[in-house]
């Protein structure tokens, strides 16, 4: 098991462009979290799956954000008309099926954005 | 709604020694979950240590233990035979049931030689 994967690691991009973030949980994990942390702050919740299904937006979440997860494996967070207020680090998470007190959310790498 | 606050944005310790970070939050639950993750420079944030709130005894993984007041809302963590690698930022998160982590501003962590 290699853990959370994400790709890319960096996209640097012009505001007004759309970007693609890729997310490749650990295997079996069925529950997928994604979450954004700007410079010198605590991640914040963005939205999680459960399977292929969306449970949970936050506000963050524009309209100009949306995330898939379409056969409840990997998740892809596209950013339409990209922002200077997007650049941060957008981190992925995924967890199993049942959570117990010795299960928590495993992190990926991140994927750091930069809008020009 | 939740939330939680760590009010160090810095900490800086001797080698060999031991330091306390600190962590407060704020919730109307009384069955929760509470964590310290570590986020070393560009590296990927792993857990160090969790607490579940129903128990009374403080979490201990090694040298890392936390001192969980919940009357008080109160989860630190305490680092003893403080080593180079523990550099890094720290975040405490809270988390109820299967739900999202909601997590402090986090302290940066700074080790002397």
């Known amino acids: 098991?290699?853990?959370?994967?994400?790709?890319?690691?960096?996209?640097?991009?012009?505001?007004?462009?759309?970007?693609?973030?890729?997310?490749?949980?650990?295997?079996?994990?069925?529950?997928l979290y994604w979450y954004r942390q700007t410079l010198g702050q605590g991640p914040e919740f963005l939205t999680y799956f459960q399977n292929e299904a969306q449970l949970e937006k936050s506000r963050l979440l524009s309209d100009r954000f949306s995330a898939e997860r379409p056969k409840g494996s990997f998740s892809?967070?596209?950013?339409?008309?990209?922002?200077q207020g997007d650049s941060?680090?957008?981190?992925?998470?995924?967890?199993p099926r049942v959570i117990t007190p010795q299960e928590t959310q495993y992190f990926g790498p991140g994927t750091r954005l930069l809008v020009l | 709604a939740q939330t939680v606050t760590q009010s160090q944005p810095e900490m800086s310790v001797q080698e060999a020694e031991t330091v306390t970070l600190s962590c407060t939050y704020d919730t109307s639950e009384s069955d929760y979950y509470l964590f310290w993750y570590k986020q070393p420079p560009s590296r990927q944030m792993i857990l160090v240590i969790r607490q579940e709130a129903y128990k009374?005894?403080?979490?201990?993984?090694?040298?890392?233990?936390?001192?969980f007041?919940?009357?008080a809302k109160s989860f630190s963590l305490k680092i003893s035979d403080s080593q180079l690698g523990d550099a890094a930022m720290y975040f405490c998160a809270y988390?109820?049931?299967?739900?999202?982590?909601?997590?402090?501003?986090?302290?940066r962590l700074t080790i002397n030689p």
């Open chain 1, 88 to 95: 941060a680090m957008y981190l992925c998470a995924s967890s």
């Open chain 1, 1 to 31: 098991d290699t853990g959370v994967s994400q790709d890319p690691r960096h996209k640097i991009t012009k505001r007004g462009q759309n970007v693609t973030f890729r997310c490749d949980p650990i295997s079996e994990h069925n529950r």
């Open chain 2, 69 to 71: 007041q919940k009357a």
């Open chain 1, 76 to 83: 892809t967070l596209e950013i339409q008309r990209t922002e």
């Open chain 2, 56 to 67: 009374q005894q403080n979490a201990t993984e090694n040298r890392f233990s936390v001192n």
């Open chain 2, 95 to 107: 988390r109820q049931g299967a739900q999202k982590l909601v997590f402090g501003q986090g302290t």
